[in-house]
C-alpha cells in the first residue's frame, strides 16, 4: 500500500512538471506569433485613449493608473529635485485584449507573505523624467526634462 502510494505521488508531481512544460510551450509559441507592430500599434492607441479620459475618470482609477505607469520617484530633499521612472506594464490585466503570456498575481498593493509565489510582473521601461526645482514667485515651477531608459 505505501509503495502504490509513493508510485501516486511521484506520478503527481510528474504530471504536474509536464503541464507546466506544456503551458510554457503553449505561451512561448502564442508570442511568436504575435506581430510586434501592431501591438506597438494598439498600445499607443489605448495609451492614447486612456491619456484622453483621464480627467474624466474617478479617483481611484486615476491612482491605480498612476500605480501601474509609475515604476519609481525619487526626490532629493536637499536640491527638490525629483526623478519619476515611467514604466509600461505588459500583461492581460492591463491591456485586455492584447496577445500576453498568461499571469496570475496579487494585487500591487498587497502585504500578502506568498507574493513571491505569483508570477513576476513584466514591464517595458519607457525611461525617466528629471525635473529641476526653480524658485518661482508663488507657484512651485519645475523643469521636467524626459531621458532614456
Known amino acids: 500500500m ?9 506520478l503527481k508531481i510528474e504530471r504536474r512538471t509536464l503541464d507546466e512544460q506544456i503551458a510554457a510551450a503553449e505561451g512561448a509559441k502564442a508570442l ?5 507592430i501592431a501591438t ?48 509600461l506594464p505588459i500583461g ?4 485586455g485584449d492584447l496577445p500576453a503570456a498568461k499571469s496570475m498575481r496579487l494585487v500591487g498593493n498587497s502585504g500578502a507573505s506568498t507574493s513571491y509565489e505569483t508570477h513576476p ?3 517595458i521601461s ?8 526653480h524658485k518661482a514667485a508663488n507657484p512651485i515651477c519645475y523643469n521636467c526634462r524626459r531621458s532614456a531608459a
Not at 511568436?32 to 510586434?36: A, I, K, L, T
Not at 492581460?92 to 491591456?95: I, K, L, M, R, T
Open 2 to 10: 505505501n509503495d502504490a502510494r509513493e508510485e501516486l505521488d511521484r
Open 92 to 95: 492581460e490585466n492591463f491591456f
Open 121 to 123: 510582473m513584466m514591464t
Open 32 to 36: 511568436q506569433s504575435v506581430d510586434p
Open 126 to 133: 519607457l525611461g525617466s523624467i528629471d525635473c529641476q526645482f
Open 40 to 87: 506597438a500599434d494598439a498600445i499607443v492607441a489605448k495609451l492614447r485613449a486612456m491619456a484622453a479620459n483621464v480627467h474624466e475618470m474617478p479617483k481611484f482609477a486615476v491612482r491605480q493608473l498612476l500605480a501601474s505607469v509609475v515604476g519609481r520617484v525619487v526626490v532629493d530633499m536637499v536640491t527638490k529635485a525629483v526623478e519619476v521612472q515611467i514604466m
